[in-house]
């Protein structure tokens, strides 16, 4: 599962680091920020399952 | 998608939201409650969940076709766990089926 989840993570940032690149070059407007949108929803959904990841690998029977 | 620009002000506290309840589910974690150690992490990473999917993904403010697909996901993610689970914890049920 944490394999996983650093697969997921490693495609993040990645596709952050393009999304990075492609602001500074001023490609995004009010008119066109698809890839915005795409990419904060894919990062979000790799957050959400850490959200959940944590306190099962980390927390649950690990009392001290 | 929306036009409408959401303030980093909303962000900013969805983050600290996030961050306090964080803080919370390490601090339940240390408590001794038995099986309630479980379901307390788990109804905060619900909560925590939902403040992302609403307030970081927007669902919150998105049409209702939007919501409808993001409900069925969940839906379609239940169904796997049901079934992962009733595999998993009734296995050793059945006595003498050592197999199962």
Known sequence: MTGMHAVHMIVGAGLLTALIVMAARTRFSAAWYTPVEMIGLYWHFVDIVWIFLFPLLYLIGHTR | ?100
């Open chain 2, 1 to 100: 998608m929306n036009h409408q620009v959401v303030s980093v002000k909303v962000y900013a506290l969805a983050f600290c939201a996030l961050l306090a309840l964080t803080i919370t589910t390490v601090a339940v974690s240390k408590l001794e409650l038995g099986e309630f150690n479980f379901i307390a992490a788990m109804t905060i990473a619900v909560i925590k969940g939902t403040l992302v999917v609403m307030f970081f993904m927007d669902v919150r403010r998105a049409t209702s076709m939007t919501k409808l697909f993001a409900g069925a996901g969940l839906f379609w993610l239940a169904i796997l766990l049901v079934f992962l689970l009733s595999d998993y914890l009734s296995r050793g049920w059945l006595p003498g089926l050592r197999w199962l």
